[in-house]
């Protein structure tokens, strides 16, 4: 399909690990982003990974790539109420218009005490 | 300044009136792109600024939509003779060039009654 999919919610325990999933649209895409939004707020760019890696890790952050299925995939580590938010996955499509992103509808993630 | 500053940050209008949203990227973000985030709908692109380039319009969605970027700097957004459906949260974003990672200004919500 042409859009960037992920699913609407998930709900997660404190120091739980959350796991938040994206299938993106095309392969050829060059970068891919997580983008973090607390209400009232605008996106917070939280990591990004160039399509020749699988792997990348920020501190409590993990994004896993696999190319071959167009899935991306970002961990939380030790999930803390102040990581509720909704979360946006991005790519940038090769010779796309500009340089825009095409993001997905957002994950609200609902970290419980 | 140290981030991207959106002006207003709420606006409520009537329907048929003119509006001007005003963005400030941050100093040395030679890219400037504007997004609308609908409730519930991801990131929606609506155009794109690169240093002296015509600007990418090819995501306004109608003729009522406008946008300059004065001095390779501050942009405004221009929606004449707004109409209910143009309620929704703009977005401004700026980056160093194309690829580069976007960062977001706290957008402005724009209510038409």
């Known amino acids: 399909g042409e859009d960037v999919e992920q699913s609407l919610f998930l709900s997660v325990r404190e120091g739980d690990s959350s796991v938040i999933n994206c299938t993106y649209t095309d392969s050829s895409s060059t970068y891919l982003y997580w983008y973090k939004q607390e209400p009232g707020a605008g996106l917070q760019l939280l990591t990004y990974i160039f399509s020749n890696m699988d792997m990348k890790q920020d501190q409590r952050l993990t994004v896993l790539l696999n190319k071959k299925d167009k899935h991306l995939s970002l961990r939380i580590a030790d999930t803390q109420t102040g990581d509720s938010a909704i979360y946006f996955c991005?790519?940038?499509?090769?010779?796309?218009?500009?340089?825009?992103?095409?993001f997905g509808k957002g994950t609200k993630l609902s970290v419980k005490p | 300044g140290a981030g991207v500053s959106q002006s207003p940050s709420n606006k409520v209008t009537e329907k048929g009136k003119d509006v001007e949203l005003r963005c400030d990227p941050i100093s040395g973000h030679t890219a400037l792109y504007w997004y609308r985030q609908s409730l519930g709908q991801g990131l929606e692109f609506l155009i794109y600024?690169?240093?002296?380039?015509?600007?990418?319009k090819s995501g306004l969605p109608s003729d009522r939509f406008s946008a300059e970027r004065t001095g390779g700097s501050v942009s405004t957004l221009t929606i004449q003779r707004t109409q209910q459906e143009d309620s929704a949260v703009y977005l401004c974003a700026g980056s160093r060039g194309i690829g580069q990672p976007q960062h977001f200004g706290d957008g402005t919500r724009l209510s038409i009654l």
């Open positions: 991005a790519e940038r499509r090769y010779g796309g218009s500009q340089g825009n992103l095409i």
């Open positions: 600024f690169q240093g002296n380039s015509a600007p990418d």
